[in-house]
């Protein structure tokens, strides 16, 4: 692990936060470097993934310490990003990185694919949302996940770019790296419809929904148009784009999605800066700015707190997808209040779900985002609530002030750590200090294949 160098950081990057504030290219990289708040935060939430992580399968739990969590695949996308970052972060060495990634992809190659219910990972290229532990088939009766599967490609897809050394090892990854991308059928996913569908089941076949309008799909429509055996046409990007919700929320305007998860996913593995498709080039900004822009407005809402939820502050903000405290309802300082388990949460124009509860991977997720404001947000959260929120593998998913009862007389503090909202904290940390994801897929053919597809120019993709 490289050392840890203490500087005179409040000073200077409050200084920093004043004088940036309308400039919203520039960030924080020169200053944060070497935070060591950031290097705790983003070692603990590494080692979720190191520690939790089969290394002999790759199958990252969907939350942790929870007693027979399936994996998520989503989080093993994650985990196959994460394990580059730790190489880079030098908590592990780039030979452990590579036989972990190495051991993941044969694992995921050799699952078994069939169209039948049962005894199976997936079908047509495509993974189940949740796989058993340890033998990776379909967990419930859980959905073929469109969405899902591409955010495992992501992290495939990073590890070929990654590993690019002329080895057995590595040559190996790169192999198998292609093989699991070019068997996916993004065709057959599109289900005779305009764009791809969210979810297949052998049950009862495709869901209701295809995905269009903003939200976290970008990368799957990226990995897709850009797919060698299986295409997809280039009228879907149009399709994605024709629903959007362009709409001014507190003074900002921006396409909405409400959990903020959805401006943060895609953008974890492409650096969407300088670069623009039709929508964009017609707004006049790009999808990095957007989602700086749905990042403030979720603090200027928190600032406001119309709802006058507990604690809700300039640095006590984020709503995204997370842990709730229990679907229920009761009063709380004289309201009447809603409360939910695991739910969407976010603030939109157009929507807001919010029950009290606040996810600290909405505010790490956005870090590279605005920093001027993310990382107060992060260190307001760790000074306000300790050890009850920031443990072993960082922040825990989430906590909810207003959730008030007599077996929770002070705070509600999840118990899990969920693998999907760790991966965005560490990505996102290491694009904010050198962009280094970002970096390693502008190397990747395919992802630059698809952006082109979609019709995005400038920037980075228009460097030789």
Known sequence: MKPIRIICFAFFFATFAIACKDQPRQTATAIVSWD???????????????????PATGLTPDRWPKSG???SIAAVGFALTAYGIAVEREVITREEAAQRTLNTLRFFWQLPQHERAEKV??????????????????????????????????????AQSYFDADNQAEREIRALADSLYFRADWNWFMADSYGVSMSWRPERGFGK???????????LYVLGL????????????????APYVWAKHYDWEYVNFAPLFGHQYSHCWIDFRGIQDEYMRAKGIDYFENSRRATYAQQAYAKEN????????????????????????????????KFRTYWARGVAADWVGDDGTIAPTAAGGSIAF??????????????????????????????????ITPQTPNDWFDDDYLGIDQGPIAIMIENLRNGFVWNVMKKNPYVVKGLQRAGFMGGWLSQD
């Not at 119309?306 to 229920?328: F, H, L, M, V």
């Open 36 to 54: 060591p708040f950031l290097d705790s935060l983003q070692v603990r939430t590494l080692k979720f993934f190191l520690e939790t992580t089969d």
């Open 69 to 71: 969590a399936p994996s």
């Open 121 to 158: 990972a997936g079908y047509k290229g495509f993974f189940y949302h949740f796989l058993k532990i340890p033998d990776g088939t379909r967990e419930w009766k859980c959905e073929l996940s469109s969405i899902d599967t591409a955010l495992l490609l992501a992290g495939v897809l990073f």
């Open 209 to 219: 929904h295809i995905w269009d309008g903003y939200d976290e799909a970008m990368i």
């Open 226 to 241: 850009a797919s060698p055996t299986h295409p997809l046409p280039e009228s879907v990007w149009q399709a994605w784009t």
């Open 306 to 337: 119309p709802n006058q939820w507990r604690d809700y502050s300039e640095n006590i903000w984020g709503w995204t997808a997370c842990d709730g405290p229990k679907d229920t309802a009761f009063a709380v300082d004289g309201k009447q209040r």
């Open 370 to 403: 605005a920093p001027e404001i993310c990382i107060p947000a992060l260190k307001a959260m760790r000074a306000k609530y300790g050890t009850q929120l920031f443990k072993e593998y960082g922040f825990l998913d989430s906590f909810n002030p207003s959730f």
